[in-house]
C-alpha cells in the first residue's frame, strides 16, 4: 500500500524503516560528470522536518511499541541520536553498511559506510527466535545509485522481522509485503 500522508492510516506499523532526506549538497564537481551540480537530485529536509515526520509517525501510525530502523551519515550520526532520544527512543544498534565503494571528499579517505541505526520506543520487538545470532553489525553490498539502500537490507528486516507490518518513509520503489510512503515512489 502507498500512504498518501502521515496523518492518518487505519493501519498501525511495528516496524517503520526510514532514510531522511538530509540536507546537504554533493561532494565536489568532477571532470567525469561535467553537467553535474552540488545540489542533490531530489528535495532535501532539514533535521526540524525529520523531526516533525516522526512525530506523526509516533501520532498517526505507529503501534506503542514499535521499532525504528533510521538510515543516517557521520555528519548526522550525533544529532539523529540525540532527537530520536528526544522523542523516547532507545537505541539498540549502530549497524554499518559497507558499500564496497564510496566517495573521497577533500581527497581524503574514502568514506565507504552508512549508519542504519536501530531504534525502540515502549518495549522492543522480538526478532524471529530463528534468526537470534545469525546477523552482525555489518551490512555488505556494492552500493549501486545514489542513495539506493541494498537489498541485503530489506532481507535482514524481513529476516528478523517476517510477520510484523511494515512501513518505508522516504521509499523509491515499491517492495512487496511493505508499505511506502515518498515523493519518489516508482513501479
Sequence with gaps: MILKNLDESVKKYEIVCTDPPWSQTKGGLRKTR????????????????????QRKVIDNLATDNHTVFMWTIDKFLPQTECFMNELGYKLHARIIWDKENGIAPAFTIRYSHEYLLWFYRGRMTPIATEQRGKFTTVLREKATKHSKKPVCFYEFIEALYPQQPKLEMYARSIREGWDIWGNEITE
Design 34 to 53: 561535467p553537467n553535474q551540480t552540488k545540489e542533490l537530485d531530489y528535495p532535501t529536509l532539514t533535521i526540524e522536518g525529520i523531526v516533525e515526520h
